[in-house]
């Protein structure tokens, strides 16, 4: 029995174009199940779906600006379209506003990224619920991509790291919520794995002194967030909601 199996299920992973995202494209598809992609380089998406279908996989690609509801309908629709009622929403779009400080950053910048991190998940999974609701579906799987910045920071993570808290509490009231219908809604909460969105941390000149601070002495790789995942996506979490499952090496509880 593969208590992890996804095979078959119809997972959308939001701001699949790069970085995390992507490579969850390509390993839940190797696991079986049939993606559909979404994330405003269009041009990328297409390149990952044509690559996952290059590999044998199941994959459907369509725009999608998670900032916009209108535009988060369309992708569910043309999603359901491609592989029908949807398994499971990742929720994993997200951006920073660079190294700044809550009295550096400007209006744009808290828009920018309340409006994608926090907003754009709600958004996401009200439209997501409406459509559960609506098909008659048995149940319902929500996971969002939060970070170990919900509950431990450094200087010049505004609003990123305000941005992820709220979307862990977010995951915990919408589980309380969502349950009736047997929604289930997860956070996976990462520590810090190279990516365009902790490129400017990581490769900048404390990385050095910064990777001290991880118990195990290492950035996170893709690969480490797979298994966690899986778990999270499939029915071997059947009891689990409202979880913050935090994949980082120790680096949260790291003494001080
Ligand atoms: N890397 C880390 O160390 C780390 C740690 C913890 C959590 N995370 C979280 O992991 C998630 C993925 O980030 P990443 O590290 O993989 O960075 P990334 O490579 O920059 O990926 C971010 C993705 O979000 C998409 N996106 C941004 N705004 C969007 C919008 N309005 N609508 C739709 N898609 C949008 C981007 O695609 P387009 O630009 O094409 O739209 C891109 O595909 C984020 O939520 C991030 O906070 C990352």
Redo the contacts with the bound molecule.
Sequence with gaps: MNLFDVAGKHIVV??????????FAGMLANAGAQLSL?????Q??EQRVAEIQAAGGSAFGSP?????AA?IQDFLQAAEAAFGPIDVLI??????AGAKTYAMIDEADWDYVL???LK?AWLAAKLYTDRVLRNGQAAGNIIN?????DRRTIKGQFP?AVS?AALSRMTEVMALEAAKHNIRVNAL??????????RLL?EGEHSAQFVKGIPMRR??AFADLDGPLLLLASNASSYMTGAILVVDGGHACASL
């Excluded at 979404?38 to 269009?42: I, S």
């Excluded at 929720?91 to 920073?96: D, L, P, Q, R, S």
């Design positions: 939001t701001g699949s174009s790069s970085g995390l995202g992507h490579h979404g994330a405003r380089r269009l990328r998406i999608l600006d998670v900032t916009e535009s929720n994993n779009a997200g951006v920073e409006n994608t991190n754009g991509i939060s970070s170990i910045t990123y992820k909460a990462p520590g810090y794995v190279l990516t365009d969105v902790s990581l950035y996170g």
